[in-house]
């Protein structure tokens, strides 16, 4: 989003208030620090066990979702052990489905939570793979980066399921964190050629700019180049990844793969203005990639990640459809 650039204007405000921005970016920086990378990954959370299926019920619950149909016995739980450690997954089979989605769930969410996107496409004859991504769960990793480091997850994933199952074709469904991973996959992904399809649900367009938009909007309220000078190379050392380089719509040129873009106006987490760009950029690099973007009209009330909530038989109609038509 423009507004979250720097232009200059702001270039010459940096200068002059130079030494009030390094201080109040300095604690702006640790604020979203701790924000961040506090977060439920084991234990139980208002007696509801987080790493179990129980989760899940309370969530839909909570979201007033239509009841579950999934079984534990449809569930089988596995690790992916790989050099930098254990990767917890979640499968769910069909037999003599050839049709698989992998499941991406939000930040600070997990495997179980991501069963709120895919439930619709078990029910609907698809096998379906969950997994905790990267510094979140069971799975390996201390300091989220976002994303990024899902990414080999992710290949492994697919090496796994190659050896392991049949496959026809594979699509992405995931929300927020997972929503931006999906994309970043299908621009840099070992496989990423084999990915048919991805649904993406209220995703960032670029990692600073979310960050600016988190701090100023929601956590400081203060304009976000009063507060966020360096933050992007802080945040690279913390999490030892390119959290700059993390531009989704500069990737657009490399990924023509075919992407519904999900968003609700309401969304005071991540600008649904985002998505818009998203789309936009996959138009212009990949005009014929089929890709389309669903932002409701009556969502200016509808919260992050609360789209299928909301709106859940519209958004089971036309994830399923987006889906069928790009196997």
């Not at 390996?140 to 997850?153: A, C, F, M, Q, W």
């Not at 190659?162 to 026809?168: H, Q, S």
Request: with cysteine; hydrophobic share 35%; net charge positive.
């Amino acid at each position: 989003m423009k507004k979250y650039k720097y232009n200059l204007g702001i270039l010459l405000m940096t200068l002059l208030l130079f030494p009030i921005i390094i201080f109040l970016s300095a604690r702006s920086f640790k604020k979203l620090r701790d924000f961040c990378y506090s977060y439920v990954r084991d234990g139980s959370i208002e007696n509801v066990e987080f790493n179990s299926i129980d989760i899940y019920y309370e969530d839909i619950k909570n979201k007033n979702l239509p009841k579950s149909k999934i079984l534990n016995s449809d569930l089988k739980e596995l690790e992916i052990i790989d050099e930098k450690g254990k990767i917890s997954c979640l499968v769910l089979t069909k037999k003599e489905s050839k049709k698989w989605v992998i499941g991406l769930h939000g930040w600070t969410e997990n495997k179980y939570l991501a069963l709120r996107l895919t439930e619709h496409y078990f029910n609907n004859g698809y096998n379906v793979f969950l997994f905790d991504s990267f510094a979140h769960g069971k799975t390996y990793g201390d300091i989220t980066d976002i994303g990024i480091s899902t990414l080999v997850i992710i290949d492994k994933i697919i090496d796994y399921m190659k050896e392991n199952y049949e496959i026809d074709s594979i699509g992405m469904i995931g929300n927020s964190m997972g929503a931006s991973t999906s994309i970043l996959y299908t621009q840099r992904g070992k496989y990423k050629n084999l990915i048919n399809w991805v649904v993406a649900d209220c995703g960032f367009e670029h990692m600073i700019r979310q960050y600016r938009h988190y701090i100023s909007a929601n956590l400081l309220k203060k304009k976000w180049w009063l507060i966020s000078l360096f933050m992007g190379h802080k945040f690279n050392k913390v999490t030892k990844t390119k959290q700059t380089k993390y531009d989704l719509l500069k990737g657009m040129k490399n990924c023509s793969t075919p992407t519904l873009f999900i968003h609700s106006i309401g969304d005071t987490f991540i600008p649904y203005e985002m998505s818009e760009n998203m789309y936009k950029y996959k138009l212009r690099y990949n005009p014929n990639s089929n890709s389309l973007l669903w932002i409701p009209k009556d969502s200016l009330k509808t919260e992050h990640v609360r789209t299928i909530a909301d709106f859940n038989d519209e958004y089971i109609i036309k994830t399923l459809n987006f889906a069928k038509t790009n196997e």
